[in-house]
Every structure is written in C-alpha cells, then in structure tokens.
C-alpha cells in the first residue's frame, strides 16, 4: 500500500514563503502523476498543481506564477515551492496522485497570517 507523508507547513506572514514536501512509499511512484491538494475549513479539497512523470505541469490559475511543483524520482518525493503566500492559502495540504488517489495522508497545515 502507498503511504504519503506530507511535510513543510507552518505558519508565515502574507507573501512569504514556504516549501512543501511529499515522501511516497513504492516504485509506483515514478510512473505516477503526483499532485498537490489542499483543503480550507469548511471547503471542499481543490486541485492545486500537478506534474506527470514525464514532468508535464499543471498548476491553478490562482496559483500560476507563484506555486512551483517538482519531483525527485530518485527520492520519491514531491516538492510544492509557494511564494508570495496570500491569507487565502491557509489550508491543509496533501499530496496524493492523480487522476484518482491512494489513501490519503495526514496532510500538512499552512496558515498565512499577519
């Protein structure tokens, strides 16, 4: 069974900055597409950026320009580097693939805040 664990977050002022990681469990993972989530109180979880394993991007227009996904194959880890972070990006992170998913793990908290 794939295991994810998400680590990184914290708390950070209004355009700061902060790097998100993600260690897959498996040899599944470098043919896999990994994705970033996240998940606002009393929101539904939302796509936030995703690569292939071919390294093909995707990111949310909210995120475009600010958010950066990379992965390490050799380390089965997936990077989501966020800069200029708004108050409207507190959330739960999670990493998880897609399209579909694995068991979900624990997910990382970022909070923005003055």
């Known amino acids: 069974q794939v295991q994810l664990v998400e680590s990184g977050g914290g708390l950070v002022q209004p355009g700061g900055s902060l790097r998100l990681s993600c260690a897959v469990s498996?040899?599944?993972?470098?043919?896999?597409?990994m994705a970033w989530y996240r998940q606002a109180p009393g929101k539904q979880r939302e796509l936030v950026a995703s690569i292939s394993a071919g390294g093909r991007i995707y990111y949310a227009d909210s995120e475009k320009g600010r958010f950066t996904i990379s992965r390490d194959n050799a380390k089965n880890t997936v990077y989501l580097q966020m800069n200029s972070l708004k108050l409207e990006d507190t959330a739960v992170y999670y990493c998880?693939?897609?399209?579909?998913?694995?068991?979900w793990g624990q997910g990382t908290q970022v909070a923005v805040s003055s």
């Open positions: 998880n693939r897609f399209p579909g998913s694995w068991s």
């Open positions: 498996g040899s599944i993972f470098m043919s896999s597409t």
